[in-house]
């Protein structure tokens, strides 16, 4: 799906658990989760906290998709 | 005895060569160049007709060929259909692709082809028809046939409505990226299958893995986005998350159908509206709180900080598990007109 949106020349961001899947599939930006189930905030910690690093990792992929790389790139995230 | 139609070109048709690629398309009774060879293998049909059209008038009069060739074979019966074989020959390769797919999807019959793998009609046609791996030359014609009427055979000889369940990997053809259920003929389960893979590759030795992954196509990374703060952006999920009714109906594995659900008056997924179908995981905290897959509140924070222009009116939703890679990219291609209509100028895809 991300290839054929991106050949379609949208900037695209993977936002995924299994990062080596997305980048043997061909994803080029991609923003790592937390989980499979629950891939942007953990049920076991508050709400606050949940939003917090969904938040965070949503602007990450923001930030993502008006970079200019020139390869297969995984962003960091800081929690 | 069933009946079979041949498609071939004009240079296979005796014709002649380049100077007449610009050949209308005929239809022929009987056997025409090929057709001999592969009538002599092919035992459970015989060729009525061949079908000849030029290269070039296939290549570039694509429509009025196909209008022609359907008119030849609204009246005619037939059982399976041939093409070829194209070997090295690209536009002869992209020709059998275009009309075998035409056939089978306009008359239900299926169609065989064979081309040379570095025949770019291969990765053009290869998810739709059968192609057989074929020789560079003509001199390969007698054993490339003889594949095509191998398979033709065991199609015509199915059962009446019984689909074809033939796998690439015994047969020879190129692989479609379709997968069936079987019944291996062992019975042996999945649990011991994966411990004696597991075992060889702990020993070092060779092993046969179940699910090759297709080889990679990479797509050019897409231009970024210059200005963000006036940016339409939309979210995709292959997480299964759905209006609860699941109106569209999306399965919960192995999907086919997709559906966009509107978001233009939301800031956020709401349990009890919105849950996962996905098969896949224990959708617990998803039903719980939709945004942990759909981030719908994080992303109407930032439009309403002004970080993004805007959040596009709909997210799109379907499930990835067992998913095949063709189906996910159809899907894909479906979305994509309705992102262009709506200006979006950048995409965040959750996988689950």
């Known amino acids: ?79 | 005895m069933k009946k079979a139609i041949l498609y071939i070109n004009q240079f296979f048709a005796g014709i002649g060569g380049e100077e007449k690629a610009d050949h209308a398309p005929e239809i022929r009774e009987g056997l025409v160049g090929p057709g001999l060879a592969l009538a002599a293998s092919l035992k459970n049909a015989e060729i009525t007709h061949t079908i000849i059209c030029g290269d070039n008038f296939m290549g570039s009069r694509q429509d009025e060929a196909i209008a022609a060739i359907e008119g030849f074979l609204k009246d005619k019966e037939f059982d399976i259909f041939f093409a070829g074989p194209a070997f090295q020959a690209g536009r002869y390769g992209n020709a059998c692709g275009v009309v075998s797919k035409f056939v089978q999807d306009k008359f239900g019959v299926y169609a065989v082809t064979s081309m040379n793998e570095e025949n770019p009609g291969v990765e053009m046609f290869k998810k739709d028809v059968y192609i057989f791996p074929g020789g560079k030359s003509a001199a390969a014609m007698k054993v490339d046939t003889q594949k095509m009427a191998e398979l033709g055979d065991k199609i015509l000889a199915l059962p009446e409505g019984e689909k074809p369940m033939f796998l690439a990997a015994e047969e020879g053809f190129y692989p479609r990226g379709v997968r069936h259920q079987v019944w291996l003929k062992d019975q042996k389960p999945a649990s011991d299958r994966v411990v004696e893979m597991l075992l060889k590759k702990l020993a070092g030795e060779p092993f046969q893995t179940e699910l090759p992954i297709p080889k990679i196509d990479r797509v050019d990374i897409a231009p970024p986005i210059a200005d963000l703060s006036k940016a339409t952006i939309a979210i995709i999920t292959s997480g299964g998350i759905v209006p609860v009714a699941n109106p569209d109906r999306i399965q919960s594995a192995s999907a086919t159908r997709w559906g966009r659900y509107d978001i233009s008056e939301l800031v956020d997924l709401e349990t009890g509206v919105f849950k996962t179908i996905h098969a896949g995981f224990d959708p617990a905290a998803a039903d719980a709180d939709p945004d942990v897959i759909v981030p719908l509140d994080a992303l109407k924070a930032y439009e309403k900080e002004g970080k993004i222009g805007k959040v596009h009116e709909y997210f799109y939703s379907t499930v990835g598990t067992g998913t095949t890679e063709a189906e996910a990219a159809r899907m894909a291609r479906e979305m994509i007109p309705y992102l262009r209509e709506a200006g979006v100028d950048g995409v965040i895809l959750t996988s689950t």
């Open chain 1, 1 to 79: 799906m991300v290839k054929e949106i991106e050949r379609a020349g949208f900037a695209i961001v993977q936002m995924c658990n299994l990062i080596p899947v997305a980048k043997t599939v061909g994803s080029n930006k991609i923003v790592p989760t937390i989980s499979i189930p629950y891939p942007l905030g953990d049920p076991s910690t508050t709400k606050e906290a949940q939003y917090k690093l969904r938040y965070h990792r949503v602007g990450v992929a923001l930030d993502a998709l008006t970079a200019d790389v020139h390869e297969q790139t995984v962003f960091p995230v800081k929690f």
